[in-house]
């Protein structure tokens, strides 16, 4: 059998296992459950795909994002593993091609979406699977999902219990970068996963130096930022609605920054256009909506800055972490006005979404909220809210490098909220 070492080296191309990867790696090939609750960005596709190439069989990967699966095939066939993927992207004639494959072996990783996986027909594909060429392992990509408390729900997450019941000897393992104790209470619940063993990298991304101001005039603090501190420098400027991300990328242009705009509104040329901008050209501005981001991986965004507030903490940790993934110092700059909080409070309350789901929706904003008008440490303030325990005194917030008295808000955001 091929060590860990030996793929990571011949097949990824990498010297070192990161963090945790080496003994979640070594218990996946061992064949233990495994739930992974790691940064995005910090390397948990490995944590199946190499175990998927040393164990016997397939590695079956549920994944939620189809527009991501092609970007992960493609990677890992120029690394010369055979991967595919079944979604409905495809056509029956080159689905059934790729089931053909899978059957006689000729794959060691396949991508599925979760409708796909609890289809009878492809289970009984699975049973045929098991008894042939073998399954090496069921990777469940986004576990959040699975969660109703989770900012992502789908519902065709709650049954991949499925999947235990009827292999029960193939082990599993669950993957997330939401780490938050109910949603992680509810992954292990709605998996079954009880007896897996839990590896939590820490989330503090200690690099990234948080600021969050009074929202006065957004455009010109915006541009004081930028001379000040990111004059040629990779970024993104999140936005709420599309308009503003159109009106911030023209004003931004018309000033001789080099801005472009993203947003589900734009046709796909011009979105893949802008995104291949970035990710290739250096100094380039996108300014976005949360339609962008996710699958980016780009090292040297030196800041993300926040023109109107996220939907949650989440939101405001995953957006915020698209900064320095290269370990260099970046910026996480907002600007926040109670106008944001009446704003997303009546699109949660004009929303289609269940009573529950909106309860669930205002509480997250709430606790936003109470981070922005913090005067705590704000690494400790993020972890808190993901459970994890961080000393304070960061030296790397603005509430710890210029420490205010206490603003009390309190009062005007509970007027606001009550309207
Ligand atoms: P996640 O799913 O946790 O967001 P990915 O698995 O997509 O993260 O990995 C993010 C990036 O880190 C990828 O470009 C990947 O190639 C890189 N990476 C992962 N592990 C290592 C490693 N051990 N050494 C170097 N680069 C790594
Ligand atoms: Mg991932």
Same mark, same amino acid.
């Given at each position: ?312 903490? =989440?939101?405001?940790?995953? =957006? ?67 459970? =994890? ?31």
């Amino acid at each position: 059998m091929q060590s860990s070492h030996q793929v990571l080296h011949d097949v990824f191309g990498f010297d070192q296992f990161r963090g945790a990867q080496e003994s979640i790696v070594e218990h996946v090939v061992a064949g233990g459950d495994a739930l992974v609750l790691m940064p995005t960005g910090a390397g948990k596709s490995l944590c199946y795909q190499i175990p998927s190439l040393i164990r016997r069989g397939v590695g079956v990967v549920v994944s939620p994002l189809i527009a991501l699966m092609q970007d992960q095939v493609d990677a890992l066939t120029q690394l010369d593993v055979k991967a595919s993927f079944l979604n409905s992207s495809l056509d029956a004639a080159t689905a059934q091609k790729v089931t053909s494959q899978l059957l006689a072996g000729d794959l060691d990783l396949i991508y599925v979406a979760p409708e796909r996986l609890m289809n009878p027909g492809f289970l009984s594909i699975l049973d045929r699977l098991n008894e042939g060429p073998g399954i090496a392992l069921f990777a469940i990509d986004e576990a959040h999902c699975v969660s109703q408390w989770g900012h992502d729900f789908r519902p065709e997450y709650r049954q991949l219990t499925v999947l235990h019941e009827r292999f029960p000897a193939v082990p599993r393992i669950a993957l997330t970068a939401t780490a938050d104790a109910p949603t992680r209470a509810e992954i292990v619940e709605r998996l079954s996963l009880e007896s897996a063993h839990q590896f939590v990298s820490s989330f503090d991304r200690p690099n990234i130096r948080y600021r969050v101001l009074q929202k006065q005039n957004a455009k010109q603090q915006l541009e004081h930022f930028l001379d000040a501190e990111h004059p040629n420098d990779s970024g993104i400027i999140y936005c709420l609605s599309r308009r503003s991300v159109e009106d911030t990328a023209q004003w931004l242009q018309d000033r001789g920054w080099d801005a472009m705009p993203y947003h589900a509104g734009l046709s796909q040329e011009v979105r893949s256009a802008n995104q291949k901008r970035f990710l290739r050209e250096e100094g380039v501005i996108m300014v976005a909506t949360v339609a962008f981001g996710m699958g980016i991986d780009k090292p040297n965004v030196r800041f993300v800055a926040h023109l109107d507030l996220p939907k949650s903490m =989440e939101g405001y940790y995953q =957006e915020t972490g698209r900064a320095g993934r290269d370990g260099l110092p970046a910026n996480a700059w907002m600007v926040y006005g109670l106008g944001d909080v009446v704003s997303l409070r009546q699109m949660v309350d004009s929303g289609e979404a269940s009573e529950d789901r909106k309860r669930v929706e205002r509480q997250k904003l709430n606790a936003l909220l109470g981070f922005c008008e913090s005067t705590d440490c704000r690494h400790q303030g993020i972890l808190r809210y993901f459970g =994890e325990a961080h000393p304070g005194n960061c030296g790397n917030c603005d509430n710890c490098l210029e420490p205010v008295e206490t603003w009390n808000a309190t009062h005007e955001v509970q007027k606001a909220l009550s309207c």
